[in-house]
């Protein structure tokens, strides 16, 4: 199973196992990684699970649809590399991957 | 502050669980008044899955949420439920056995035998943006929604936002305002694309001014601002003059107001008896998502078993005369009659 590291804003890092076809978010809640909160549940909308991914993990995970862009509107402190961590797929590819959270995600 | 609105229940939230309360209600001859925070009916289905699917309603494959809500807006419509919509409940007190009284945040009374909570996830209320130090101007020169517009008369304003609510309150105050500066994270709206035009078209006409940005540093003193600093995609900044911002990052659950009304919660949740779906207080009952109790799931067809359960207890304390017998809308005419069938 690939492994996905969580480093939260205070620098404790959680890494932990995903399961393939699941989302970044599903993962960080199952592994009770609370600077997730993802209030929707995972329907991009409402921008509470948003995380910064990895400048050398960018390009892999790729860019956020129209959709998502519209939703990081209601988050904060957003940067190029902010996703919402329930719009990323867990893939065979993403194995090793590194993500960031944020302080606040809006609650 | 208006009359009193007696009625037999007040339900607080009018989310799928306290709408379908309604129906179960009004089987067993019960009147009820809804009360909702949002401006529409619905709760999380029409504020956050209006058009995401729903695949877990029994007997229906396949629902949106607006759907959904649309659908339990048709089912109770017998019933005539009254709606206050854009008000949030602020306090519930007891003032007989059991007889309550419960005020909104617009002033509005109401007195009756039974309140159900059916207030999901809490109350939606505005997201707060995190720049460091914004507490002490909230309430003062920062606001997340517009009371009075006049108060931002001649005032250098700040709206941060990118959809609809951050344009309409920009062509609602430009006018009126000293100046307006828009904020919004990119060069590209999710508002209206007609309203998105017109912004562009008061931007180059001079009218007013849009930052692309995000809103890093505050100045200011007791709670008065004086301007704010914008910070770009390539971290540099850009320092505006201010005496009020609007944020508008969209909506939150927060507890809110449940969290005073004097019960033991279990977090953030009203631990309930599972029989009745009461609460720790005669006659307040709590169902959805906001209740709790061991096996509780939050799934909608939850909230409505609860609803129903709910109901026949409510019975006891709005028709205490009355014996309940126990019908099927299937075959009893006497029901059928109430939902304008037979």
Redesign the interface.
């Known amino acids: 199973m690939p492994k996905i590291s969580y480093i939260e804003h205070d620098g404790t890092v959680h890494t932990v196992e995903a399961d393939l076809g699941s989302t970044v978010m599903e993962t960080a809640l199952r592994n009770g990684i609370s600077s997730i909160v993802a ?2 549940g995972g ?1 991009c ?4 699970c948003m995380v910064y991914v990895d400048e050398a993990w960018s390009a892999t995970v790729g860019p956020p649809s129209a959709e998502e ?2 939703q ?7 940067k ?1 590399t902010s996703r919402l961590s329930c719009q990323i797929k867990v893939t065979g590819a993403l194995d090793g991957l590194i993500v960031r959270t944020p ?2 995600q ?2 | 502050m208006s009359e009193t609105i007696k009625t037999d229940v007040v339900i607080i939230g009018a989310g799928p669980v306290g709408l379908f309360a309604v129906f179960e209600l009004g089987l067993l001859d019960i009147k009820a008044h809804l009360i909702d925070i949002l401006d529409k009916v619905g709760g999380q289905c029409a504020e956050l899955y209006p058009e995401k699917p729903i695949y877990d309603i029994p007997a229906i494959p396949l629902v949106t949420g607006q759907g959904l809500t649309d659908a339990l807006m048709a089912q109770i419509k017998p019933f005539n439920p009254t709606f206050h919509l854009g008000e949030m409940v602020t306090i519930i007190e007891n003032i007989g056995d059991p007889v309550f009284r419960v005020t909104t945040d617009h002033g509005k009374v109401f007195e009756c035998k039974a309140v159900v909570i059916a207030a999901g996830g809490g109350s939606f209320q505005p997201k707060r943006p995190p720049i460091a130090g914004i507490e002490p101007y909230e309430g003062i020169s920062v606001h997340y929604a517009v009371r009075k517009m006049d108060a931002f008369r001649d005032k250098r304003l700040l709206i941060i936002g990118g959809g609809d609510s951050a344009l309409d309150w920009t062509f609602n105050l430009q006018p009126i305002a000293k100046r307006l500066t828009l904020v919004h994270r990119r060069d590209d709206f999710r508002g209206a694309p007609a309203s998105v035009n017109k912004m562009r078209k008061l931007v180059a006409a001079g009218a007013m001014d849009l930052k692309i940005g995000q809103v890093s540093q505050l100045e200011g003193a007791d709670g008065q601002l004086t301007a704010a600093t914008i910070k770009d995609a390539k971290d540099a900044l850009t320092r505006v003059e201010v005496d009020a911002m609007l944020p508008f990052f969209g909506l939150t659950m927060k507890l809110g107001p449940v969290a005073n009304w004097g019960f033991k919660l279990d977090g953030e949740l009203i631990p309930v008896d599972v029989s009745t779906f009461e609460t720790s207080r005669q006659g307040l009952f709590a169902i959805g998502d906001i209740n709790t109790y061991p096996g509780k799931l939050k799934l909608i067809l939850s909230g409505f078993h609860e609803a129903a359960l709910m109901a026949q207890r409510a019975h006891h304390y709005v028709h205490p005369e009355k014996r309940l017998v126990f019908q099927y809308t299937t075959s009893s005419t006497s029901l059928q009659k109430k939902l304008g069938v037979a």
């Open positions: 209030e929707c329907g909308t409402c921008a509470t862009e519209e990081l509107d209601s988050a904060f402190e957003v190029p302080a606040y809006g609650r």
